[in-house]
């Protein structure tokens, strides 16, 4: 069957949206609203219970996730599946090895899906590339034919909409500016650099960064990254200085990057999501600030920096994108 939906389809995609704190899908509409929302936390080692750690302990608790949500909207028919998933991955055929979910290695996410949701489109990306195409298609972006997307959280990620369609570069991972280099004397990073923006602005990574300069929480004992992102953004709030400095140290990487981004692309506007995005003006005063000392050709300096407006759901919507809007966002070598 064809892999290209009929047009005009007004049956909702189920959208996925696959990292290393949590695996969250949604009912997503043509017009790009959220009809139904369901989340579980990924299997994670550190947490009290341990989790399905293996493969295919993982593959269960996300076809359980989309069994639950299908079903309790009445089992609909569906337009297709679009997900957004960390990575890396091959791209289209989507064999995926995200560096925050050691369970997967190679595991052929698009095939299982397309074996699960027989005669579907079932199109895959990378999570912040869904960012950036869901901000672009119905939030902070619309309107704007030339937008970055970034996904500042377990990891730090991006995708590039420029001229209006989504740029994929030469293997999926045009836009990656997680690994744009930001200190190259910094700390080493999970893909064998150092210095990368990863490396600096990951809450795991901005975590352990405070808790050397000596920040402790206050709940030790919960090792949930998302936890200890969270205390430390409301200690910042609240005057600690190690707290504040790290959330300056963040917001500085990011702004920096953004400015090469900037010079390089030549942008409209960046839109900025993820867990570690929801710290406001402790994240994005730092961040303009860096922006405004490194960017400092005219074109550059016209560029919009603000929060992505679809929140964390700005990666199921661009996930559905995918199918929606393909002739934007799934074009080339992946039509197929």
Known sequence: MSETPPSGQPN??????????????????PGGRVAAYDRVATPNPAAP???????????????????????????????????GCGGPMTWPAAEVSPLNIPAWRSFPLRARLRARYPGLPVRIHNDAICVAVGE?????????????????????????????????????NAGHIGHVVVDPGGPPCACGGRGCLEAVARGPGLVAWAREQGWRQGNPGRLDSTTAGAELAADARRGHPVASAAMRRAGRAIGIAIASATHLCDLDVAAIGGGLSQAGSLLFDPLEEAFRTHARMEFARRVRIVPAALGQTAGLVG???LVFAHDRYWTGRAAG
Do not use: C, F, Q, Y
């Not at 290393?20 to 509409?29: D, F, I, P, R, Y």
């Open 12 to 29: 909702p995609v189920l959208a996925v949206d696959i990292g290393g704190t949590k695996l969250a899908a949604a009912l997503v509409e």
């Open 49 to 83: 219970d341990g989790g399905s750690l293996d493969a295919e302990g993982l593959w269960r608790t996300l076809d359980a996730l989309l069994g639950k949500i299908v079903t309790d909207a009445g089992d609909p028919p569906l337009a297709g599946v679009g997900v």
């Open 136 to 172: 672009h298609w119905r939030g902070a972006g619309r309107g704007h034919d030339n937008v970055l997307g970034m996904v500042v959280s377990t990891g730090v990620g991006g995708g590039l909409i420029l001229g209006g369609r989504l740029i994929n570069g030469a293997s999926g």
């Open 319 to 321: 996930a559905a994108a």
